[in-house]
């Protein structure tokens, strides 16, 4: 379960002073499909990174399953992300010098466990993203829908309670774009995770359980879909 | 295998190039250190390999004086039990091919060539020629600087020779410590003729042993001592010539400390390479946090990135050390009469790794430590703020800051711990630990304001400068340069080099300079009593002679008893025990010497019939003496007793200050002395008045003290050679490292190129743009080296002889334009295929 409270996140540059969230107050039931939509520049990311402790709250608090992240110092934030925490990228984000089998692998390796049985998981994880075949092949060598479902087996190695998605399907084409949508959405129905998207995409937005809408910070629509 | 190395080993496949430099600058350091060491090592074997042969003996019992008969019968009836011994004088006198030829002085061997050497095997050329009483070997200096050939006659002392052969090989020449000029070997029947063998002489006189086999060495030691007693020191061969093996090791100490500068130069080249492999990494650490790692175990993997690529560099340099360590006999050429076996031994190999590890280590600490301060937000957002939040708690700060101090600190710590366990000594580590380390610290200070005042300059003259030069200044703040640590490391290297090499002319010079302006030029040595007289008025008759001070008699005596007490039973110090071991030239003298305080007591009057004896200030500590204190020496056989009447102390400068013990012309009024002259000569009379008095008087030594400088400018400047060839292993240190970052920011000057030449720049001129820029580094690393190596020299001289010091220009300006040409080679050697590049295929890779 994922309590969002009073949470306010300002940046200040050199020049000036950003209010990227202002007093956002929300709940996420366990098992909850949420999708966060808003315009570029409504704080969507921002709030997705605090959600996975990336970054620090001006104020307010978020609690994840209970503990409250926002008093954490980032190795506990850390250690908290490996455990509780999967997380998708736009960009993938995989580790270039590593192969598939190897990226899906290292939250394991990361917490200290990266024995034999962390490895068969992390080959049935493939499997189950139909990569099975390119374990062995480097980022360099798999197309962007290949790498984000890699990114996909990753985020759910440590099976996670949450997972947290930032455009999951904004690099990729409408076929594989869909064909991602699926495989997040048949591992959460398999796992139960809390699943929370940012996306401006409307096939994203009408799978999910719920919608909440931000601009200029703030949200201006919860709605259970 | 663990996960912190399989990741360092992955992520290392796609760096090579950088990690290449790394290696590179490592191995330099490690190569420069195992060699010296290794050498050491193999000549530490070659001595006690050759301990005989570099003795020519079992045994050898060095003396001042010639053996007494008591010493005599004792050698002969060691004979009787089979050791044979053989006697070999070795002394210092004039040598001349005619008597228009300037007589030179030379180092004289006189021996038994039937039994010496026992060991070892004298090599000449021709091979065995007859040394017979008129005949002899000479080094092959000798026939350059009488321009004489074998065949020819020379003369030494009161004999005519004829040259039969050069001395090629002379393996227990180092046993004699420090020779004077070149070597003449003769028979003892020729030595006897040539006069030299006067009694009171200070020749060295070395009686060889041999053992037969399965002797008990301590036993025959110990009956030596009780016979010679302090008459003669006993060395036996497996000592392995103390004096040659306890200098080694002091030069081993001394090359391996300018080592460890070429060692540091290499750790600052780790230090900015793995920053800039971190900074490039940015976004790995950032995905690994978001996925879970910590700070420790993300850093956990540069470190065993940092831990393989100091033990790659530490084997590479080990290797290179072994090539190096056989370049080190060309330099001590001449120096050894045996062939060094080179020997690659375990022991410089694992302190070479151990100290390359350790060095990559600490230097890696800071930007290791920089990884904690990578945010996972940064996937998000690259240009993060520093938010309120950051600045959360003050422990948080204090952490934050406290990091970069102590891994400072660490780095300080290493250096220190380095140096001490090479040198072998906390007091010298200590002082050239905090020498480099200041150096360093002073070095980036500098560099750092000489790029903000260049910049600076730039900036206030843009309009006036040609788009290159502000282009080429432009270049060297682009993100990724480490301009400064280039500066620090290229600059080190060049501070010591320049150093050496002004402190090597500028202490000679020195020694010249600071004689006092009337001190003597010309020393005369060895006049017996027959010839003081005739010999002092054929010198103050010949022309260029400027003051001509009576002689001075000495005759060698060795201290036995303080106040009655022997000196066998005195405790002193292990340092101070060298007063009773010492020969002492005793000499009289009726008036206070010049230049002389007294410190304690009072001068004599003229005509005393008491022995009266007058002691310098540093014997008097020594042996603790204070006036009224009686001292007995033996002298020729004899004893010689006197009363302190007065502790002095002479200027440093003058003759005589040397002078430990000086008696009243009563003392050594019965005893047979040989007279000592040292007067002054115009310099460019002094070859004359050498062939004159030679002509005369052949037996007596005429020392021109140029000449003895000069000698020891030779050696200096051998030793200063060794030492340069060291220190450019840190200046190749730093061409590597400026190599590194010159290929690190490939990527940006490819587009940078690309850009240039879509904009209309020629390739003549984007290579002067970035010659420039290399220039500019070399030339200002150059300048400020240069110009800390004349601060360090100006400070040397002056604590040393209170003088100022000459600044000689040529020196500092060949430097500073040789470290710019250097760095512009190596600038353009790491990046010269960026010019061929097509425009338009960069810039699609930079788009994409």
Redesign the interface.
């Known amino acids: 379960m994922i309590v969002v409270k009073n949470l306010i996140k ?5 020049t000036h002073r950003v209010e990227i969230l202002r007093d956002v107050t929300f709940e996420v039931p366990r098992s909850q499909v949420v999708a966060i939509t808003g315009a570029s520049g409504s704080g969507k ?2 709030l997705l ?1 605090l959600l ?1 402790g ?5 104020s307010g608090s978020i609690h994840l399953d209970g503990t409250d992240i926002t008093g954490l ?3 506990e934030l ?2 908290l ?3 509780k925490i999967g ?1 998708i ?1 736009q960009s993938y ?1 995989l ?4 192969n598939a089998l ?1 990226n899906v692998l ?2 394991a ?4 466990n ?1 024995n034999g049985k962390q490895i068969q998981r992390a080959e049935h994880l493939l499997d189950s993203v139909g990569l099975r075949e390119r374990a062995e092949h480097y980022p360099a060598q798999l197309s962007g829908g290949e790498q984000q479902r890699v990114g996909i087996a ?1 985020a759910f190695m ?1 099976q996670p309670s949450i997972l947290l998605a ?1 455009e999951p399907t904004g690099n990729l084409d409408s076929a594989n774009g869909l064909h991602v949508l699926e495989l997040m959405l048949k591992l959460n129905q398999d796992q139960g995770t809390t699943l929370v998207l940012v996306t401006h995409d409307q096939n994203l937005t009408e799978h999910a359980d719920r919608r909440i809408m931000l601009r200029d910070g703030r949200i201006v629509s919860d709605d259970l879909l | 295998m663990n996960f912190a190395f399989r990741m360092a080993l992955l992520d290392a496949k796609a760096s090579r190039g950088r990690f290449l430099f790394i290696v590179l600058a490592i191995a330099a350091g490690v190569a420069a250190l195992t060699g010296v060491k290794g050498f050491s090592e193999s000549v530490r074997y070659t001595l006690f390999k050759e301990a005989r042969t570099l003795m020519g003996a079992d045994l050898m019992i060095r003396m001042n004086s010639l053996p007494n008969e008591a010493e005599q019968a004792f050698l002969k009836t060691l004979a009787e039990k089979g050791i044979d011994h053989t006697h070999v004088t070795e002394t210092v006198s004039m040598a001349a091919s005619g008597p228009e030829s300037t007589p030179v002085l030379s180092s004289i061997k006189a021996a038994d060539l039937q039994k010496y050497p026992f060991y070892g095997v004298l090599e000449f050329d021709p091979p065995s020629p007859p040394i017979t009483a008129d005949t002899v070997s000479v080094s092959e200096d000798l026939l350059f600087r009488l321009s004489v050939k074998v065949g020819d006659s020379i003369k030494v002392g009161a004999h005519e020779f004829r040259i039969v052969a050069v001395s090629r090989k002379e393996p227990d020449r180092m046993t004699t410590g420090f020779t004077l000029g070149p070597r003449v070997l003769m028979s003892r029947e020729g030595f006897e003729r040539t006069g030299l063998n006067v009694f009171g002489s200070r020749a060295t006189q070395r009686i060889l042993l041999r053992l037969p086999a399965e002797s008990d060495v301590e036993a025959i030691r110990s009956e030596i001592r009780d016979t010679f007693r302090r008459r003669g020191r006993v060395i036996d061969y497996t000592q392995a010539n103390p004096t040659l093996s306890r200098n080694m090791e002091r030069a081993s100490s001394f090359l391996a400390m300018v080592s460890l500068i070429a060692l540091i130069v290499g750790g600052v080249g780790v230090a900015t390479s793995i920053e800039s492999h971190i900074q490039q990494r940015m976004d790995h650490v950032a995905i690994m946090k978001c996925l879970g790692g910590s700070s420790r175990r993300v850093m956990q993997v540069y470190a065993a990135q940092s831990l393989m690529l100091g033990v790659a560099g530490s084997l590479v340099g080990v290797l290179c050390g072994f090539v190096a360590q056989s370049i080190f006999p060309q330099f001590l050429a001449g120096y050894f009469d045996v062939d060094i076996d080179l020997v690659l031994s375990w022991k410089p190999a694992v302190q070479g790794i151990s100290v390359g590890v350790l060095t990559t280590l600490l230097f890696t600490l800071p930007p290791l430590l920089s990884i904690t301060r990578i945010r996972p937000a940064l996937i998000f957002r690259r240009d993060l703020p520093e938010s309120r939040s950051e600045s959360r708690s003050p422990r948080a700060l204090v952490r934050g800051s406290l990091a970069p101090v102590l891994s400072v600190l660490a780095i300080a710590l290493g250096i220190w711990l380095i140096a001490v366990w090479m040198s072998g000594s906390s007091r010298v580590g200590s002082y050239f630990a905090g020498g480099l380390i200041g150096s360093i610290v002073v070095l980036a200070a500098i560099a750092k304001m000489v790029m903000i005042a260049l910049r600076h300059a730039v900036t206030r003259w843009s309009s006036r400068l040609s788009p290159v030069v502000r282009q080429g200044v432009a270049n060297l703040y682009r993100p990724g340069t480490h301009v400064t640590a280039i500066l620090v490391a290229l600059g080190v290297g060049v501070m010591f080099t320049l150093t050496v090499q002004l402190l090597q002319r500028s202490l000679l010079d020195q020694l010249r300079l600071s004689a006092p302006p009337d001190s003597p030029n010309v020393f005369l040595v060895n006049v017996v009593s027959a010839h003081k007289d005739g010999l002092w008025e054929l010198i103050r008759k010949q022309p260029g002679i400027i003051e001509v001070p009576n002689a001075s008699p000495a005759i060698a005596g060795q201290l036995s008893r303080i106040n009655g007490t022997p000196v066998e039973e005195i405790q002193l110090s292990e340092g101070e025990q060298r007063y009773f071991r010492t020969q002492f030239a005793l000499t009289w003298s009726v008036e206070i010497p010049k230049a002389t305080e007294i410190l304690s007591g009072s001068w004599w009057p003229e005509s005393v019939a008491e022995s009266l004896v007058s002691v310098e200030e540093d014997a008097a500590d020594a042996l603790k003496l204070t006036v009224g204190d009686t001292l007995e020496w033996s002298v020729q056989g004899r004893s010689l007793s006197a009363r302190v009447t007065n502790i002095r102390r002479t200027d440093a400068g003058r003759l005589g200050a040397n002078n430990q013990f000086i008696l009243n012309p009563s003392a050594l009024r019965d005893f047979p002395v040989i007279y000592y002259g040292a007067i002054r000569v115009r310099p460019d009379a002094v070859t004359s008045l050498q062939r004159v008095v030679f002509e005369s008087y052949p037996t007596v030594t005429v020392v021109n003290a140029a000449d003895v400088l000069d000698i020891i400018q030779s050696v200096v400047d051998r030793i200063s050679l060794t030492v340069r060839f060291l220190s450019a292993f840190a200046i190749l240190g730093g061409v590597i490292i400026l190599a590194s970052a010159v290929a690190g920011t490939r990527y940006r000057r490819m587009r940078e190129v690309a850009v240039l030449k879509t904009i209309g720049a020629t390739r003549g001129k984007i290579v002067r743009i970035f010659s420039l820029e290399f220039l500019i580094i070399g030339v200002a690393a150059g300048a400020i080296g240069a110009t800390l190596a004349t601060i360090f020299s100006v400070i040397v001289i002056d604590r040393l002889f209170h003088a100022p010091f000459v600044v000689a220009w040529l020196p500092l300006a060949a430097a500073t334009l040789s470290t710019g040409l250097i760095a512009v080679a190596a600038g353009w050697a790491a990046s010269f295929r960026i010019l061929g590049e097509k425009p338009l295929e960069v810039l699609r890779q930079a788009e994409n």
């Open positions: 300002t940046v200040e540059t050199s990311s921002t990174g996975a990336l970054d620090w709250p001006t110092s980032e190795d850390a250690v992300r490996g455990r997380f990228f984000q580790i270039p010098t590593l190897e290292l939250p390796e990361l917490s200290g990266g990753r440590m930032d």
